[in-house]
């Protein structure tokens, strides 16, 4: 019903159309049309919502008149205590929500950087609003927090028709709405009429003005701001004016066209006669048709209009005016919306946002990475929350340094194994500790498996060399099918989505052994899979990736085939449980030009990851067999080479310098170089013999090199001989 016409001209321009993106259209702001859902939803709302508004105009009045008419004194400043809740696995950093907040704050107390470019017509309505907003320090358990908190787990796309409050309103673990306002950040808004992209609009953000929010029988729920994540990362303060647009439909704001999420003057369909405006209940915002994705006043308007309003939709938004901010303070501190205990003394202590409060620390970290080569090292940070003053201290069970306080801390680990990691968060109220067994995993880079190599997973059960990763405790992973196998085997490893009804986003990963192709080049790497879609427009994820530092990182495989195609060449789409025949199992070859970059790499891993759709939440089963390895190992003659070279590295292991001695035909030249475990070069030279044929040089002249494992690489009749280094 709505119009969802908003044009390409949106894109290059400020305000609310800054944010449009990947060619798709940007809806700023669906609040009309989401109160209207709840609505038919719940028609006694509506009714109730009327009367609501009807006891807030009175207050409104009354309060127009106590400004006009009261003594110049000042008023008190509301501070709104706020959570965000970020819905999902979303890339938004804590500082890009410190600095929406500073923005939001400027357009409340008129101190953005752009006031001064405000029409001089409408400049002197802009008043201090004296409402600030602060990210809660205090949740309702009574915890330290820094008012952003992370539901990893939850689904990032959002259903406006039937949404996910799931944190706010009353009961365990909701963040009650008359104590926070309550922020959630998603991937995508969907509405009955805009669906999320690919095929639909993106909808900005939407709220509910007081008393029109969707009741539940646990409370006021919907009465929170809905924001999509890219309105959170912003460049500027300008991009961030959604957000204070929202905020203003929660104090009670209209659009400066009324009622509606359809302002007249759209590019795309402009009027071309004359109309009648809707008022927002405000006197001192002139009438107006209201403007889309652009910011020249039009002559068919009601009257001159503040374009540059935060509530219209052009894109120059800039002020409030002293009615709206009227308004907005009338919506804190009337008793018809819920909001006038936010801003209270007891409040401001009870969610941290004054000094004098006290919370109970939270243990949390994080690390850059959950695998290292032995000699290497993690980098760890704290996430713990201590409140105004505390710390915290670590264990690193086979690390170097042991122990820690500091936020952040780089731990080396010598030896194989997994090991746990431990952090302590404290401060005068007490202490809390997160303790993560085999956190982490040291591996061994030497002495791995040779090509060729099979894994055909028919044995009685996975071999142990094979890792299985489940990142989302409640979804099915790889495990052994022992039914169907590529080639007329009896088994393989599969995912059985098929069994599970609800899995968004979910991640499976198998990693192989550490391989050893120190020596070995014109490797390839083929495997069979069996693949079915569940729906057509299923957008599963399959990669399989590559790691030369022992799992710490993984880089894409060339060439491997999107679920797309897979589907296509195997199992197609099918709402039953796949379970492939003979003809379904498809060979995948990755030929040894693609594979260079492993070449003569002391240590590589190969893992396969599945990722399930995050908006269909379901997925069909996907199974993998025969995984195997070829390449070409240059054995043949080395030893004889080396033995005519004699060859000599010393000391070794060394804590400085070593030599690296040996024959060569006089006069000739030679190519050699030192490389770490991850293959890169970090000393190269080419040297030429005596008239003796006698070759010396000295490897890690400088002192540089940190304690671990090494290779020299001599280059030598098309041949390479690689030997270790220790430095200790
Ligand atoms: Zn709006």
Known sequence: MKKNLFTLLSFTMLGFSAMAQNGLKLHPCATYEAMEEGFKADPSLKARYEASQAQFELDYAAEINRVNTAAKVAVPVY????????????????????????YV?????????????????????????????????????????????????????????????????????????????????????????????????????YTYLPGGTPYTTNGNMGDAIVMLRNQV??????????????????????????????PKFDPSNMPTTTFACSTDNVADTPPTGGYFSFCTPSALDCSIPNIENIMDYASCPKMFTQGQVTRMRTALTSTTGGRNNLWSATNLLATGITPGYTCAPVANFEANKRAVCAGNSFTYTSLSQVGASGGVSWTFQGGTPATSTSTSQVVTYATPGTYSVAITASNTSGTNTKTVTSFVTVVNPVGGVLVPDANSFEAATLPSSITVTNLNASSPTWIQNTAVGANSTAKSIYINNASSTSTPGHVDIFETPVYDFSTTSNITLSYYYAYAKRLATQADTFKVQYSIDCGGTWTNIIGVPTTAAMATASGSVTTTAFVPTAAKWILKTHAAALLAVLNNKPSVKLRFVFTSDKVVGRSNNIYIDQINLTGTILTTGISEIEKSMELVIYPNPTASTANVDFNLEPNKSVKINLVDIMGRILEETTKTANNDGRISHTINQGGNLASGIYFVNIDINNQRISKKVIIE
């Not at 647009?245 to 509606?260: C, K, P, Q, R, V």
């Open 233 to 262: 990362n912003v460049s500027g303060p300008s991009d961030a004016r959604t957000i204070s647009h929202e905020i203003g439909h929660w104090l009670n704001l209209a659009h400066t066209f009324g009622s509606s999420n359809n």
């Open 79 to 102: 501070t709104i205590p706020v959570v965000f809740h970020v819905m999902g696995n979303l890339n938004v950093t804590d500082q890009a929500f410190t600095t929406l907040m500073t």
């Open 105 to 205: 704050n400027n357009d409340y107390a008129k101190t953005g950087s752009d006031v001064g470019t405000i029409n001089s017509s409408f400049a002197s309505l802009y008043v201090d609003s004296e409402i600030r907003f602060a990210l809660a320090q205090k949740d309702p358990n009574g915890n330290c927090t820094n008012g952003i908190i992370r539901h990893d787990n939850d689904n990032p796309t959002w259903s406006q028709s039937s949404p996910a409050y799931l944190y706010s309103g009353t009961g365990t673990n909701r963040w009650p709405t008359n104590k926070y306002l309550n922020i959630y950040i998603v991937e995508c808004i969907s509405s009955a009429t805009m669906p999320c992209p690919p095929t639909g609009a993106y909808i900005g953000g």
